[in-house]
């Protein structure tokens, strides 16, 4: 969070934002807006990571949700870090080669991956930032855009997104796997533009 804010005070761009986390970037966007909020335009959430409230079979997973259109199918974060990524996505080769290369690039400094430890640690920050008060983010605009996964546990926790906000609306990936930036971008692109429409309107 701390790297986030740096970020955000160096860039030659200023405020209002509009923040944008997918996976477990979800976790840190919320994290942050929960610590600064002062600033932030609207958010928009992409397929965000989450812990699977079924823990019956002893299986301690953290889910990093796919749609069963994934030919890779569901993608968990357990004890190791995850390895499917965008390279390994079917709409990866359709991105400009120089997109393609700054990504294998990025991977060859040997990036940290999320794994379950890391997502249980944000939300638990998450639990110490904001508990269980009822809309958090107050009247700041909200988009949560899913997919079509079918994983136990994964339609409440988004429908729970919605309460985050009392200006939240949900937008559904059909034709997505997890990796809706790459399957999927303009509905990212247009969330983001609904936002900043709204608010240059006020």
Not at 46 to 66: I, S
Not at 77 to 103: I, K, M, S, Y
Not at 123 to 136: H, I, K
């Amino acid at each position: 969070m701390a790297e986030i804010r740096r970020v955000i005070a160096n860039a030659p761009v200023e405020s209002p934002y509009v923040l944008v986390g997918f996976s477990v970037g979800a976790l840190w966007e919320r994290l942050y807006a929960a610590h600064h909020p002062e600033g932030i335009a609207g958010m928009v959430i992409v397929d965000h990571a989450f812990l699977p409230d079924d823990k019956a079979a002893g299986e301690h997973q953290a889910t990093v949700p796919t749609s069963r259109r994934s030919v890779n199918g569901p993608v968990l974060v357990t004890q190791a870090p995850l390895v499917f990524g965008f390279e390994d996505d079917v709409n990866f080769g359709r991105l400009p080669q120089r997109a393609q290369q700054l990504h294998k690039w990025a991977l060859a400094q040997h990036p940290v991956r999320p794994d379950e430890a890391m997502v249980a640690d944000c939300f638990t920050q998450l639990d110490r930032a904001v508990g269980n008060r009822p809309y958090p983010l107050g009247e700041i605009p909200l988009t949560v855009i899913r997919t079509e996964n079918e994983t136990p546990g994964y339609a409440e926790m988004q429908a729970k997104l919605l309460g985050l906000s009392h200006r939240s609306r949900q937008v559904v990936a059909w034709n997505s796997s997890h990796m809706v930036p790459i399957d999927e971008p303009e509905m990212i692109v247009s969330a983001i533009q609904t936002i900043v429409e709204t608010a240059r309107g006020h």
